[in-house]
């Protein structure tokens, strides 16, 4: 019996073409060839305004979209972020996204006694980031900072364990087609195993 995966592609263009889009198409394709149910988000589509105030965030969404994004994040046994390092951290569509999926209570909730309840614990995640610099370099120099961020206070705070990386550096310049051919042969092998 397959998983059931959801992938949020971080990238904000909506066009596609990106690494980001081959490499959400491509882990998609091998969770699908392997059985896996799979749903998608794409932050570049979610048309919806800016949570704005923390009132807002606490209060279910009135978005039918942004409902329909958390309830597959509930659906999902294993969560697939995909995104680009922009200026050193996730795009602002992908934090957008992220905002609206953690909003109403949807990923984290806090009682009336002040704790705070973890709605997505016994399921896992991947981060799947391209970058221009030397993924090397991200690791060691700047010790991954975003995405020990983003896998602390988001993903492990709402209950997400394991989370792991795959981190694609030097991803830019036309000498780079044989790094990008075997990083989507990676990603896709991650998806059959729902890895």
């Not at 949020?8 to 149910?37: N, S, T, W």
């Not at 704790?115 to 010790?143: C, D, E, N």
């Not at 030097?170 to 990008?180: C, F, L, M, T």
Request: hydrophobic share 45%; glycine share 10%.
């Amino acid at each position: 019996m397959g998983r059931r995966i959801l992938i949020i592609d971080g990238h904000p263009d909506p066009e596609g073409g990106h690494l980001c889009h081959a490499l959400v198409a491509a882990y998609r394709a091998g969770a699908e060839a392997a059985g896996h149910a799979v749903r998608q988000v794409d932050a570049a589509r979610l048309d919806v305004p800016f949570v704005r105030s923390q009132e807002e965030w606490r209060l279910p969404t009135r978005q039918p979209v942004v409902a329909q994004a958390q309830a597959d994040m509930v659906w999902a046994e294993h969560v697939v972020l995909v995104f680009p390092l922009w200026l050193g951290d996730m795009p602002a569509a992908m934090k957008h996204g992220l905002e609206h999926l953690s909003s109403g209570g949807a990923m984290i909730e806090r009682d009336a006694a002040g704790r705070w309840h973890k709605k997505l614990s016994g399921r896992s995640a991947r981060m799947i980031v391209t970058m221009g610099m030397p993924a090397l370099i991200y690791r060691l120099f700047y010790f991954s900072h975003a995405l020990r961020s983003l896998r602390r206070n988001i993903l492990g705070f709402s209950g997400l364990s394991p989370v792991r990386e795959s981190l694609f550096g030097n991803v830019e310049g036309p000498d780079r087609a044989a790094a990008r051919a075997r990083w989507i042969a990676d990603v896709r092998h991650l998806g059959e195993t729902a890895g």
